[in-house]
C-alpha cells in the first residue's frame, strides 16, 4: 500500500491556485482510476483505490499547507507506514511551467508543505515536482504561487495532470524514470 498526498489550501478560493496543484493531481488520479467515495480522516480527505495492482491513498491535507505534515504523519502511523510508502505532489517554482520531475528526498526549497513534512517525517520520501515556473523576482513569488492559472495555461495544465494521472503505474511501480519519460511523451502530443 502507498500513501500518495497532494498538496495544497483547502477552500473554494485557492482552488485553481498554482500551489494547488497537487490538490488538483490528487482530483485527476481520483478520477482517472475511479477511485472510492471522498472520506474525511487524518485531518484532511482521503480516497482509497488501485493504480495497477497497487491499492493507493489519495490524501489531501485539509491543514494549510504550512501543516500538511501533520495530516501526512497521522495517516502513515495509522496504516503503519513507511516513508517509503509515501509519495508527494507539489508546485514547483523551479521547474518550467508544466515540466514534471521526480526525486527522493532532498530540500525544501522554501516550499512550506515540504517542510512541515519534513519536519514530521524527514527530508527521506519521493516527491512528484510539478512546474509552475518562476514569476522572475523574489518579491513575486507569493502573489505568483497564491495566483490562479491564466485561461492561456487551462489546456497545458489539463495536459500536465493527464499524462501524470494516465502514467501514475509507473510510480507505484517505483520506476520513477520511466513515469517522467511517459509523461513527457504524452505532453509533447
Known amino acids: 500500500m502507498q500513501l500518495w498526498v497532494g498538496l495544497g489550501n ?3 478560493q ?3 491556485h498554482r500551489h494547488n ?6 482530483d485527476t488520479l481520483a478520477d482517472f482510476h475511479d477511485f472510492g467515495p471522498v472520506q474525511k480522516k487524518f485531518q484532511g480527505w482521503l480516497q482509497e483505490g488501485r493504480i495497477g495492482t497497487e491499492k493507493v491513498l489519495l490524501l489531501k491535507p485539509a491543514t494549510f499547507m504550512n501543516e500538511s505534515g501533520r495530516a501526512v504523519g497521522e495517516a502513515l502511523r495509522f496504516y ?4 517509503d510508502a509515501l509519495t508527494v505532489f507539489h508546485d514547483e517554482l523551479d521547474l518550467a511551467p508544466f515540466k514534471v520531475k521526480v526525486k527522493q528526498g532532498g530540500g525544501t526549497a522554501g516550499h512550506n508543505g515540504l517542510r512541515s513534512i519534513d519536519q514530521h517525517l524527514g527530508p527521506d520520501f519521493r516527491r512528484v515536482r510539478l512546474g509552475i515556473g518562476h514569476p522572475g ?7 505568483y504561487v497564491l495566483g490562479n492559472y491564466a485561461k492561456s495555461e487551462m489546456d ?3 495536459s500536465m495532470l493527464g499524462a501524470v494521472a494516465a502514467e501514475a503505474e509507473w510510480l507505484t511501480k517505483g520506476d520513477d524514470v520511466r513515469f517522467m519519460s511517459d509523461v513527457a511523451l504524452r505532453q509533447q502530443d
Not at 21 to 26: I, K, L, N, S, Y
Not at 137 to 143: I, L
Request: aromatic letters at 8%.
Open 21 to 26: 496543484v497537487g490538490f488538483m493531481v490528487c
Open 80 to 83: 503503519k507506514l513507511g516513508t
Open 156 to 158: 497545458d495544465l489539463a
Open 137 to 143: 523576482h523574489k518579491d513575486r513569488v507569493t502573489g
Open 14 to 16: 485557492y482552488a485553481m
Open 10 to 12: 483547502p477552500g473554494p
